[in-house]
Structure formats: structure tokens, C-alpha cells
């Protein structure tokens, strides 16, 4: 079966810091994969979206990047962080051409920036 | 550019009562999803529609479908305290791309 790993759980990094999310998908091959920002009590904003190794597709202009090194692995970095990258990031895969299946999620990565 | 608009964004009801959350989608597509979420939790998919007139029931809640129309519904019935959360629903235009775009949410709360 498959699964979604993502980590870490839950970060606290100072303004100007570097960041790296990691996100990795188990048992499929050539999954869709998105990274999803929500702001505490808000809705899930599209960040990035990758149909394969290499392509990326940026939504929202910003100091974040997104990278697919490996088929199912997809990473969210920032050189610098700012206060306004705080909140609740989300990964999440889906079958491509599968519309018969939804997108499945990580457990999130809570970020504080201060 | 596709947009996502639920109603109502909060919603405060009674156990035992019904109400319906309404979705409406901006863009030609077939495949609606919906979404419950947990405070501080992940998503946790509840709905898969994929045609119009589509209908899908899961205990309390059932989910519809009308492509015509452009928007899903996600009726309540005789809500207990355990539906409280917020859903979300999340639309595949049918060209172009695979990007899952959601809607704005709806935060339920069930009142004793």
C-alpha cells in the first residue's frame, strides 16, 4: 500500500534561516505531488506542484522553492525565512490519470519563524 | 484562474439538526473531493465524485455532485458532536493541468 512520509513534525527556526521539508511517497511510481501552505485558521493555499522528476510548477510568488530530486521525493527550501512562512505545511500525492482517486496527505509540518 | 468559494465559512448547529455546505467551482470539471480536517491534524479524505449527479453517503454525511452547475454539496444529517471539524472541498479542472485547488473551508461545530 502506499504511504506518505513528511517531516519534521514540528519546527521553530529564527528569521533568515534556511529551511528544508522533505516529503516521500512509498509503493507508487510517477506520483502528482504538491506542497500546500495553511495559515492558522485558514484555508490551504497551492504552493508548488510536480508531475515528474524535475518539473515544477510555482504558484505563489515568494521566497520558497520546491525541488523533485527522485521520482517520489519532493522538498519545500528557503534560503531566508520569513515571520510570514509560519504555518502549517502540507504535502500530498496523487495518482496520475487516476481521476478515479483522491490526494492523500502527510501529517503536516507546523513551522514557527520568529 | 480556477477558483474554489464555499458557504458557509463557520457554521454553528444543534446535534440532531440538518444543514448543507455548499461548494461552487469556477472552471469546466468532473472530479470534486471532499476533505474533513481535525484541529492541528492533517486532511483526511471523506468524498471522491467524479461525475455529474454523482452521489456518495457515508454515515451522517452525503456528498453530490452537479458538473452542470458547477457545484458539490456536503449535506449533514442529524449532526452529532463528533462531525464538528472543518471540511473542505478541492476541484481538478477537467484541461490543462492536475492542480487540486480547495476551497475555502467550512468550520463546523456541533452544539450540545
Known amino acids: 500500500s502506499q504511504t506518505i512520509h513528511q517531516w519534521p513534525a514540528t519546527l521553530v527556526q529564527p528569521v533568515g534561516s534556511p529551511l528544508s521539508l522533505e516529503c516521500t511517497v512509498e509503493?507508487?511510481?510517477?506520483?502528482?505531488l504538491y506542497w500546500y501552505r495553511q495559515a492558522a485558521g485558514r484555508g490551504l493555499q497551492l504552493l508548488f506542484y510536480?508531475?515528474?522528476?524535475?518539473?515544477i510548477s510555482s504558484e505563489v510568488p515568494q521566497n520558497l522553492s520546491a525541488s523533485r530530486p527522485q521520482d517520489r521525493q519532493f522538498i519545500l527550501s528557503s534560503k531566508k525565512l520569513l515571520l510570514s512562512d509560519s504555518g502549517f505545511y502540507l504535502c500530498?500525492?496523487?495518482?496520475?490519470?487516476?481521476?478515479?482517486?483522491?490526494?492523500?496527505f502527510g501529517q503536516g509540518t507546523r513551522l514557527t519563524v520568529v | 484562474e480556477l477558483k474554489v468559494e464555499q458557504n458557509p465559512l463557520f457554521l454553528s448547529m444543534q446535534e440532531g439538526k440538518n444543514y448543507t455546505i455548499y461548494c461552487n467551482y469556477s472552471t469546466t470539471s468532473d472530479r470534486l473531493y471532499w476533505y474533513r480536517q481535525d484541529p492541528g491534524k492533517s486532511l483526511e479524505s471523506l468524498f471522491v465524485l467524479l461525475s455529474n449527479g454523482a452521489v456518495k453517503q457515508e454515515g451522517r454525511l452525503m456528498a453530490s455532485l452537479d458538473t452542470k452547475a458547477r457545484l458539490s454539496t456536503l449535506h449533514i444529517t442529524a449532526a452529532v458532536h463528533d462531525l464538528s471539524a472543518t471540511y473542505f472541498c478541492a476541484v481538478v479542472p477537467n484541461f490543462g493541468n492536475e492542480k487540486l485547488t480547495f476551497g475555502t473551508g467550512t468550520r463546523l461545530t456541533i452544539i450540545p
Open positions: 500530498a500525492w496523487s495518482l496520475p490519470g487516476q481521476a478515479n482517486t483522491e490526494a492523500f
Open positions: 510536480s508531475v515528474g522528476i524535475g518539473q
Open positions: 509503493g507508487t511510481s510517477n506520483p502528482n
